[in-house]
């Protein structure tokens, strides 16, 4: 049989020569990779095939179409789309994949959520193995080589953090800043924080708070993300051998540096008694199997929920002896924000209405610990987070900038239309009329006159506009519900017009037909709106 496996993460190609090449259930497979200018793979007629190839190959304007001639013409009894929630969800990944053809389709990822909310996957086509489901099957004894996870949400050192230069009327201290480089001088703006903050870090600024390796002075094997300059992470890599004394084996995962998971891995194979670091700035975040690493160590401020769950899993490769794997997040909110939206999508997943019933299974598998101001790391509870969550903005803040995830325009009336966007009724209408001609050319295919590239951009700022209205307006629930409201229904049905006009600036009306016309998902808001 022939097995093919296409991705937009060439990293996870080690692991999965290591996997076919090494599991007992593949045993006499053949593993091949795809590779510039290789066109000339031939399958084995007696033993199952596994070729992989990159997104970027199949797609590169240079290969695809000699790419895809040579592949179409074996039959695949398995087509594997591998970290599939990356780059396989473009126009033109859709249309090549289309032309290999393939009995079965396996979509793969460890964060499903952008597949699901494509509409293509429902219960009966998705096999949903979460981490959570994951840590219940190793208590039950039927995981026991699952590893578990603890989080610690770490303090910077006030010494660092307080200092004046930082903050400005919008923002405060951020690892960004602190990590900001200087192109010209070829060092970090801030050289004298981040040594002092690296000297923290190894505890050799002697306060267990502000330390990993105090806390946990097992770790031997650690994976640090940082904020993406690659020159700075090779200028920290320098820092942390001189600081250290070269107790630690540093690689730098830039492509001038180590680009390839393999020479880790065979580093520790051959010096088994040597600490190591890896930097990346997202390399190896996502596929890479180091059984040895113990921990990693958020020292960049990643929003993206996909980001923080692949990277941080990456000490939970199983090893033999070992029981536990750490995340040290040194944007201490940050790891209770992530566990929100972990809730919210998973409670999407499953059709729970409340995502605080997810937040709980998580806090009940995994240990979340926190100083919050004091000087010892104590384990989190679910009011804890739930209250860290409702003193932020994270619920308004979500709503305002996932418009585009809870929001469909395609059938919006003329009258919700104009009241929407503050038109009058004759420049509503034709805006209005251009936009369903979009939205029917776009369904109908190529058989329709293409629209202008200035028709195409008109368009498209038309749809944001509304779509950043809308958000702007659902935004402003949440306060509301501090009023005692549970749902977008239940303030629509309930809150006095004055009072929600008060709270908005906008007519209750557009609300109710936002509902109404089915505009907005409810489902989707109302899962922001629990408290």
Known sequence: GNVLMITGRPDVFESLKTDVKSHINYNGWIYDELKHKKYDWKPSETRTNVLAVSTQLLTHKTHRKALVKMLSQYDWDIRGVDEADTTMLTELSTELLEKLPSSVTVWITGTPWKLLSTGKFTQPNSYIYDYIKQQEDKKLGIDKRAISLDFYCMEVFDKIKEQQKWYSDEEGFTLTKLFSWNKDTKRFIHEGDVNTFLQCVFGIIPKTTFSPFKIIPELQHTFWVLPKNSDAVIHLKSLIENITNNEYKVFAATGSETDNISEVKDFLKLNKDKKSIVLSLSRFTRGSTVPEWDATFFLNDTESAEFYFQTAFRPTSPKDGKEKGYVFDFNPNRTLIMLAEYSRYSAQQRGIKNPNEILKQYLDNFNVYGVDGGVEF?????????????????????????????????????????????????????LKLEITSSNEFMKKGKNQKHLSESEKKSLNKTKRDIISRIATLMSRLPII??????????????????????????????????????????????????R
Request: net charge negative; aromatic share 6%; proline share 1%.
């Open 481 to 530: 519900c501090e009023l005692g409201y549970e749902t977008v229904e239940d303030i629509v049905e309930n809150l006095p017009d004055n009072l929600f006009y008060g709270a908005t600036k906008t007519e209750k009306t557009v609300l109710k037909l936002l509902v109404k016309e089915n505009i907005i998902d409810t489902y989707k808001v109302n899962l922001q709106l629990v």
């Open 378 to 430: 104590k384990k989190k509870t679910l009011e804890d987070v739930l209250s860290a969550i409702r003193d932020s903005d994270y619920n308004s803040n979500t709503l305002k900038n996932s418009g585009h995830d809870y929001t469909m325009t395609d059938k919006i009336s003329e009258k919700l239309f104009e009241m929407i966007m503050g038109l009058d009724k004759e420049k509503s209408s034709k």
